[in-house]
């Protein structure tokens, strides 16, 4: 009876994933939507799933002829095409929401699978979590953290329990590669893990010497055979260099926020979290295997490259941070150790009697019921994202060809497309260093900006308001500023052909409240 009853209570890992997911769902969900992107990949999905296949060439672009473009979120931007279909925007946000949300309860589970204090496997849980939320979006990249975590689970059970569930990594990789090109970062654990091996292929103890090579080879035909999986794709072998022309594209590294590094300068989740795991090496005994050397020299010098890898660091640092702090902790004379410890087996022992899948269904199907009955809403903040002058762009009826903010390109193809088409947007590994370069030429005023205006045709500017351009161009007779608000500010070209569009909305834009006064 004591058992049954248990059952109905919340695991530790039912409580994360249901602070987690209805944290977001309720108050911070809109966060999820801070990145325009979302609206692309909404609407390439829907194109796929109306012409049945996957582009291979540009089609939110005005540019001619179309670009050639790579696809590789092909198969998550059906899913998110289908769950916008179904359950608009709302349904997008509570869908990432979820999988952050199992990301953190998997990481509990994985955690606390060995013997450990599980007080210890909760707050390492939270920072790893709390440092995360700095790439948290409603875009495909949060499919990786999950698979990536089970695949790193999967090689983390084969080398310290033997458990051979090696079997599963190739039809993983078959999801994986055509989600998200994340992907690449499995290939980058299989080589950790063989690397890892290699001391232990000349150990003078023969039994240990003969499982490590006997563990070697089989991650190595594993690997073998993930290679021509990975090539399975609408794209075949090309895509296995995409990740590497992409990072390699020095313009778009420096340019796109999240390939930028992380800011030490505030007070970062990430940095304390790296601080704490200096701190427990620093004081740890137990030296780290070569694997574990590796996965946190690797992982951590992709975070320190750009703040996109900090997840990704954040989830391989937390095991061997586990280990590490709980051996510190068991090792650690004084009252407050032993407090520690004792309460963490009394937790424990309730813990691992209560809980399941209830808790998280139950979590789910509130926030569904709530959201069908409008209680919960998500939707692009209309403080940051041109969501009234797009509206405007509409009524308005503006003509000819827009040079665009690259944000504001990402919402224009959600909600203008395919009456409006885009200079630029999110994907800039699509449009390549030349136009990034006309990009920025325009937006800081270099010597030709002018020319790049008249070689694209482009009839009229939509650009932030709080930007240098939108003040420069206030200043010129040759563009006349027709609609402003607080997020963004359209201007025309003083031509004869815009006569009528000028007379009528020139004279009657000003700024109050983030919306156009007539």
């Known amino acids: 009876m004591r058992l049954k009853k248990l059952f109905f209570l919340p695991s530790l890992a039912d409580m994360l994933f249901l602070s987690i997911f209805i944290y977001l769902s309720l108050s911070k969900g809109m966060a999820l939507l801070g990145d325009g992107d979302t609206g692309y990949h909404i609407r390439a999905g829907e194109w796929i799933l109306s012409h049945l296949s996957v582009p291979h060439h540009d089609m939110f672009s005005f540019l ?4 050639p473009w790579t696809a590789h979120e092909w198969l998550s931007e059906i899913i998110m095409a289908l769950i916008h279909g179904a359950f608009g925007l709302t349904g997008i946000v509570l869908f990432f929401t979820g999988i952050i949300a199992l990301v953190s309860l998997l990481l509990f589970r994985m955690l606390t699978y060995e013997e450990g204090n599980i007080l210890l496997a909760v707050f390492i849980v939270l920072l790893v979590t709390i440092s995360s ?24 059970e084969y080398r310290l329990h033997g458990t051979n569930r090696l079997y599963l990594l190739p039809p993983i990789m078959l999801l994986w590669v055509n989600l998200h090109g994340g992907y690449l970062a499995g290939f ?47 794209y075949g072998y090309h895509i296995l260099l995409f990740p590497f022309n992409l990072v390699s594209n020095k313009l778009i590294m420096d340019s796109v926020s999240e390939f930028m590094s992380p800011n030490f ?4 989740p990430f940095k304390y979290l790296l601080l704490f795991l200096v701190a427990v090496l620093a004081f740890s005994r137990q030296r780290l295997r070569l694997v574990e050397l590796l996965l946190l020299l690797v992982f951590l010098n992709m975070s320190l490259f750009a703040v996109r890898y900090i997840p990704l660091f954040a989830i391989v640092s937390a095991p061997i941070l586990m280990r590490q702090a709980d051996m510190l902790l068991k090792s650690t004379p004084g009252r407050l150790a032993a407090l520690l410890e004792k309460k963490g087996k009394n937790i424990a022992a309730i813990d691992v009697s209560s809980g399941g899948i209830l808790w998280p269904i139950a979590a789910i199907g509130a926030m569904v019921w709530l959201a069908a009955a409008g209680n919960i809403q998500h939707g692009f903040d209309p403080k940051t994202k041109p969501v009234a002058a797009v509206k405007f762009i509409e009524k308005a009826n503006i003509p000819g060809n827009m040079f665009n903010n690259d944000e504001f390109g990402d919402y224009v193809i959600y909600a203008a497309w395919p009456r409006y088409k885009v200079f630029f947007d999110g994907r800039s590994d699509m449009y390549g260093t030349s136009r990034l370069k006309e990009y920025t030429k325009v937006t800081g005023f270099e010597d030709g900006w002018e020319k790049t205006l008249d070689k694209y045709r482009i009839n009229w500017i939509f650009f932030n308001t709080d930007s240098r351009l939108t003040r420069f161009l206030k200043e010129r007779k040759d563009w006349v500023l027709i609609y402003q608000d607080k997020v963004a500010s359209i201007f025309i070209r003083n031509t004869k052909e815009n006569r009528k569009i000028i007379e009528k909305y020139a004279n009657n834009t000003s700024v109050s409240g983030g919306h156009q006064i007539h």
């Not at 001619?64 to 670009?67: A, E, F, V």
Request: aromatic residues 10%; contains cysteine; hydrophobic residues 45%.
């Open 64 to 67: 001619t002829p179309p670009l």
């Open 133 to 156: 939320q700095v790439h948290w979006l409603a875009r495909p990249h949060v499919f990786s953290l999950l698979i990536f975590l089970v695949w790193y689970w999967i090689l983390e």
């Open 188 to 234: 980058m654990l299989l080589t950790i893990y063989m690397l890892g091996e290699l001391p232990d292929c000349f150990s003078p103890d023969g039994e240990k010497q003969s499982q490590a090579r006997q563990r070697l080879k089989k991650l190595s035909i594993v690997t073998a055979i993930c290679l021509p999986v990975s090539c399975i794709n609408p």
């Open 265 to 268: 300068h505030e007070p970062t």
